[in-house]
C-alpha cells in the first residue's frame, strides 16, 4: 500500500521494521529517547512531526473546542497515544482521558507508559476488524458500542478515523459520538472533503491524494483497500449532521490535503455540539 502524509497508513516491510527495531534497541540502551516518545516500530500513523501534531492539536482543543482541565474526553482511535501525551500536561487530576484503538501494541504500550503515570488516562484495546490495522479482529465496525455510559463525556474527538472508515461505519461511530456526549458538548472530526475546491484540484493534478475509486458511498485511493484513505462529499456528511442534530460550532477548518497553502493541518476538521 503505498501514501504516506498525516493520518495515512504506512504499511512497512521487514526489512524497515527490523531496522526501527535496532534502532530503537540502541535508543534504550544509550538512554536517547524520552519517555513520552514512542519507539519507532509502533509509529503506524503515518508521516508528520509525532510531538508537534499532538501539540498543535491541544491548543485547537483549548482555543476553539472549549476543553478544560477538568474535562473528560473521548479519544476514539487513539492510536500510540499522539493526543494523549500532551493532554497529559493539561488535564488535571479532576479531568479523565479514555481512548481505545484497534491496535493492540499500540495500547500496551500507553497503557505501560502513560497509566502508569497518569491513572486518569486509561486505554483500551476493542477488538474491531480493520482490514488495514487488525484484520482477524472479530468485532463488527458497525455494530461496535462504545464501552463508556450515555452521556459521559465534555469532549469527544476522532483525528484520521473518518479518513479510514466505510459510510455504515461511519454512521454508526456518529450515533455512538452523540450518545456518550453530555448535552451541548463538542465533538471534533477529521476528514477528506470533496466540495468544488477540493475535486479541482484533485483534477488539476494539485492534490496530495487522488480519490478516483468508488468505495460506495465515498472515493478511495485504492481499489484493493478502500479504507487506506477515503474521501466524503462534504454536503453528504452536512446533511447527516444534520440528521443527527449535531450542530457545526463554526466553519469547516479545511486541510492542506489538496494542495491549499494557507492550511495549519493536513486534513480538513468539523467541530460540532449534540443539540
Not at 135 to 140: C, E, I, N, Q
Request: overall charge neutral; proline content about 5%; some cysteine.
Amino acid at each position: 500500500m503505498a501514501v504516506t502524509s498525516d493520518g495515512v497508513p504506512v504499511l512497512k516491510d521487514r526489512l524497515v521494521r527490523g531496522k526501527e527495531w535496532l534502532l530503537d534497541a540502541i535508543d534504550t540502551l544509550l538512554g536517547r529517547r524520552e519517555w513520552s516518545t514512542p519507539p519507532r516500530h509502533l509509529m503506524f500513523i503515518g508521516g508528520g512531526d509525532f510531538a508537534k501534531t499532538g501539540e498543535s492539536y491541544l491548543n485547537f482543543f483549548i482555543d476553539v473546542c472549549g476543553l478544560t482541565s477538568d474535562s473528560h474526553v473521548l479519544d476514539v482511535g487513539c492510536g500510540v497515544g499522539r493526543m494523549a501525551i500532551p493532554l497529559t500536561r493539561y488535564l488535571s487530576p479532576m479531568g479523565q482521558y479514555q481512548g481505545f484503538d484497534v491496535v493492540k501494541p499500540g495500547i500496551e504500550w500507553c497503557r505501560k507508559t502513560i497509566t502508569s503515570r497518569f491513572p486518569n488516562f486509561q486505554f483500551e484495546w476493542v477488538d474491531i476488524y480493520n482490514k488495514t490495522y487488525n484484520s482477524a479482529g472479530r468485532l463488527v465496525p458497525a455494530d461496535f458500542r462504545f464501552p463508556y455510559e450515555d452521556q459521559q463525556f465534555d469532549f469527544v474527538f476522532l483525528t484520521s478515523v473518518f479518513t479510514h472508515m466505510l459510510p455504515r461505519e461511519l454512521e454508526h461511530y456518529l450515533l455512538e459520538i452523540k450518545r456518550v456526549l453530555k448535552p451541548d458538548a463538542p465533538c471534533l472530526v477529521t476528514y477528506f472533503l470533496l466540495n468544488e475546491e477540493s475535486r479541482r484540484a484533485i483534477s488539476g493534478g494539485e492534490s496530495q491524494l487522488e480519490f478516483k475509486y468508488d468505495a460506495g458511498g465515498c472515493l478511495s485511493i485504492s481499489q484493493e483497500a478502500p479504507e487506506s484513505a477515503v474521501a466524503y462529499d462534504e454536503e453528504a456528511i452536512l446533511s447527516l449532521y444534520r440528521r443527527m442534530t449535531l450542530a457545526l460550532d463554526g466553519p469547516i477548518r479545511y486541510g492542506s490535503w489538496c494542495g491549499r497553502r494557507d492550511a495549519r493541518r493536513f486534513q480538513d476538521v468539523i467541530v460540532a455540539r449534540k443539540k
